[in-house]
């Protein structure tokens, strides 16, 4: 190589860098600050929403434990319901809290999980497995004061049941099947392919496949979106409201042909008649803590047991 | 057991035994059951619409598209835009408040939060979605409308503000979840391109995933607005049941859902035109939500980035 290509080699990379780093000097330089630094601060931003959103959280979960304070005790659990604030209990909204899911539980496992089995195990495609499925997915977006006018008409009136806890635990059941058939059609998805074929191969029947291999490895996932279900059911108002729930039940519920009230209903009248006695905002502030605790307690079940025996193959 | 039994012949001997009759009474079992969720949908449509019916039937049309309400009075009159003009005020100030909170924590969690951030923050968000709405209700009416009070001294004790203002924090994190499901489903590969040409995060976040995700966003906002109006008690408790026809979001206003409880909670005679109304205001509503939400899945059909 001769001493001018040389020269001529280096002069020309010299030039060709020093073109690329001037442009970058004089046209990139304030405009990238300005980018970098406005990416930056949008950051903190579209962070705000959610520092706003944890803390509406914790002022709520604060306003609702502030009102409670001297009013949630044993002798407020204990209690029977009354007209005067320092006398009210809510044994009676307790109890029937728990006959309604006690209607809930199994008519919703019985219906979502046969479902599901349905859908994944027998109809996996084909026109009734889509009818079934876009139904489904539209049922979930009927607001639930449409399922209440549903109860009213075919539970309360045609069946006779009034507002019976039989006529608000079919309601609601009904009201929260898609959720426990969505989750239990996504636990049955997931058994993996080989053991059903396994079983299959060894000479099980379907049915046989179904119950011995597919729901008991299925179960966990069933088991989570059934307390999930279950748990929307106990916080749900409106369908019960529009069932004709009376407003004060001095009694408590002995069998699920009687009228009762729940934990949602009570905190709505409690929180109308404010205007009335102020002191209801304090038992309506104790009966959601109760309320809140249920679900809180329940939705960590949930969570445990998909964590904890949710088999990974 | 003699020695020519084969295994086929011990299968065929237990299939055809009593497991036959099973095998072919368990499907039948479970398209019974799973039928029943289709029998509750034609059943809501039934009652909605045979009820509806004798409503539409007892009360001139004219008289519905009016703005006159009052179905307790001794000559009652059923106009609905009262209710309909309820519901879009709260629906409004509920979508303005989600809307813009709800995409800004999406793009937060999906584009600038750490992975550490994301799951602490995640969960956090979901509980907002599992507080039942009786709890929003309270909320509103004791805490957010005496705040309220303050700034805006002129605001009445039942108003359509602040209901709405709580209902958009109850869908914020159906609008955070949805859309961030979409944002993420944009692929890496265009993110990384983008970063490639050296792109900021926020451009990244506006030009490139934004875009891709448009279908998903715009379908969750619908999404909301449907959920929005199907509320109940939120706006039961907190925004009253005045029946006037007003622009005025500081004063009540009665919802399509408030109109429903209000009336069953109190003495609705049966076969009256006042409890037919209930299920004519109840077919509307139902009509407005199955629209929104075959709106939002025509969204996120025509509109999705195919990659």
Known sequence: MSYESQFIKENKSESKFEFISNYKIEIDKKRTDRRIKLSNTSRYIFSLSLIFAVSVLLILLYRIGVDSIGWLNVDFLTGRLS????KAGIYSVIIGSVYLTLIVIPVTLILGVSTAVYLEEYAPSGIINRVINTNISNLASVPSVIFGLLGLTVFSRMLNLGSS???GGLTLSLLVLPIIVVSSQEAIRAVPGFLKEASLAMGATKWTTIRKVILPVAIPGILTGSILSISRAIGETAPLVVLGIPTLILTTPSTIFDDFTALPIQIYYWTLDTVLTAEYANLAAATIVVLLVVLFVMNSAAIIIRNKFQKKF | MNENTKVRDIIHNNISNKKNTIEKIMPMFFLVMASISVVTTIGILLT??????????????????????APLNADPSFGILPLINGTLFTTIIAILVAAPIGLSAAIYLSQFASDKVRRLLKPIIEVLAGIPTIVYG????????????????????KNVLSPGIVMGIMIIPMITSLSEDAMNSVPEIMKEGAYGLGSTKLEVALKVVIPGAISGILSSI??????????????TIASGSSKNFTFDITQSMQTMTGYIVEFTS???????????????????????????????QYISHRYREEY
């Open chain 1, 83 to 86: 007209i005067f604030p320092e």
């Open chain 1, 165 to 167: 806890i039989l006529a």
């Open chain 2, 48 to 69: 909605l619409v045979i009820d509806a019916s004798k409503f539409f039937a007892a009360v001139p049309i004219k008289e519905i598209f009016s703005t006159d309400l």
């Open chain 2, 138 to 157: 309270f909320f509103a009416y004791s805490f957010v409308t005496p705040i309220l009070m303050k700034l805006i001294p002129s605001l009445g004790a």
């Open chain 2, 222 to 235: 619908v999404l909301s607005i449907s959920r929005a109006i199907g509320e109940t008690m939120i706006v």
């Open chain 2, 266 to 296: 109190g003495d609705a005679a049966s076969g009256t035109t006042g409890y037919y109304s209930l299920y004519a205001v109840g077919l509307l509503l139902f009509i407005f939500t199955l629209g929104m939400n075959m709106l939002a």
